[in-house]
């Protein structure tokens, strides 16, 4: 290593702790740090040695973190040159196909995207997606494909790519969301249990593929027959991150509480418009502390949400007629009423007279 490349390593390392602090009046200094590592980089022999592009690649990709941090316009049109600047070191790649640099020509594109999202113009959210495109086209030719750095990059890259799917008018392109959703899930399957960068790739994941199954499974061109899967499938997913955010709750990482609740209440509004005879189970569950799947602490939002849809089940069977009531279908339904009134009954008693 050279004694320039040393000194700029010492800056972008000062650079990163500051920005790593959290604090805002620390960001500034950092953009300062990173700017002295592109700086000193800048006089090293670039083609000569592939490895100062992709240390020089490097301070730009962080550079362009931290102006984005500042949030306003004309950063993130500072962000995007930023993370241009680092793909274009990038794109040519050592002739020995190393892998790393794959992976950190894909980061930028993914963060450009990012960026691009974040400005919310229609242009900006169309360029957005071509970045995220451009991020999985990379790693997807990578040769350290399995490697779980890599993959996560890649998880990372589909799931905003699904995201830009996910907004897009159209049956076709809300498919296909549900689609690379899936794809970055089965990615992160071995490490999400042990990774907390990996968990919380893995729920945005499934945030993205729930909402795309229920766009489908709301959609007027759907076949009926499809129905009962696009239910399981959303019902299966969501209680696999309500695990996931469990797992973690249990490790002392409360990050994942706003997602686990978007989750419940989207569970139960599933459970309540297409399987109410499954409402009850479902909330005794994750609210009675008796049941295993029950995690405190209980949020009272989750309380709130169950009585909630047990309401409005209520409801609807009471604008039944009488004569469906003896139908076999309408007894059927009399039973799910009395769980579902034994539920509230019990969450009831949880809430206790002070909460009710």
Not at 216 to 238: G, H, K, Q, W, Y
């Amino acid at each position: 290593m050279s004694d320039l490349d040393a000194l700029a390593s010492v800056r972008m390392e000062s650079g990163i702790a500051l920005l790593n602090s959290g604090a805002p009046s620390a960001i500034r200094e950092a953009i300062r740090c990173f700017e002295e590592a592109i700086e000193l980089r800048g006089r090293l022999p670039l083609a000569e040695n592939p490895g100062y592009r992709y240390g020089l690649a490097g301070a730009w990709i962080n550079r362009g973190d931290a102006v984005a941090r500042l949030g306003a316009p004309e950063n993130l049109v500072d962000a995007v040159n930023s993370y241009t600047t680092a793909i274009n070191l990038l794109k040519e790649a050592p002739a020995s196909g190393d892998g790393l640099f794959a992976k950190r020509l894909a980061i930028a594109w993914l963060n450009r995207g990012i960026a691009l999202e974040a400005q919310a113009s229609e242009p900006a959210k169309a360029e957005a997606a071509r970045s995220f495109q451009a991020a999985v086209n990379v790693l997807t030719r990578s040769d350290r494909v399995g490697d779980a750095s890599h993959d996560l990059v890649l998880a990372s890259a589909w799931t905003n790519l699904g995201n830009t799917f996910l907004r897009a008018a159209g049956t076709e392109s809300v498919a296909q969301a549900a689609d690379v959703a899936a794809r970055a899930l089965s990615l992160l399957a071995e490490t999400e249990a042990k990774e907390l960068a990996a968990a919380e790739a893995g729920l945005k994941a499934r945030h993205i593929l729930c909402q795309a199954l229920v766009a489908l499974l709301v959609a007027p061109s759907r076949d009926d027959p499809l129905e009962m899967d696009f239910i399981s499938r959303v019902t299966d997913t969501a209680e696999d991150a309500l695990q996931l955010a469990q797992h973690w709750e249990k490790a002392g990482e409360t990050r994942f509480r706003l997602l686990a609740t978007q989750f419940f209440h989207l569970s139960a509004l599933v459970y309540e418009r297409h399987q109410p005879h499954f409402l009850a189970e479902f909330l005794l569950d994750h609210l009675d502390p008796e049941h295993a799947a029950c995690w405190p602490p209980l949020d009272e939002s989750w309380f709130a949400i169950g009585r909630e849809s047990l309401s409005r089940v209520r409801r609807g069977f009471a604008k039944r007629d009488f004569a469906w009531l003896a139908t076999p279908e309408g007894i059927r339904q009399l039973q799910t009423l009395k769980e579902l009134d034994a539920a509230e009954a019990r969450l009831k008693i949880l809430c206790g007279s002070g909460r009710d």
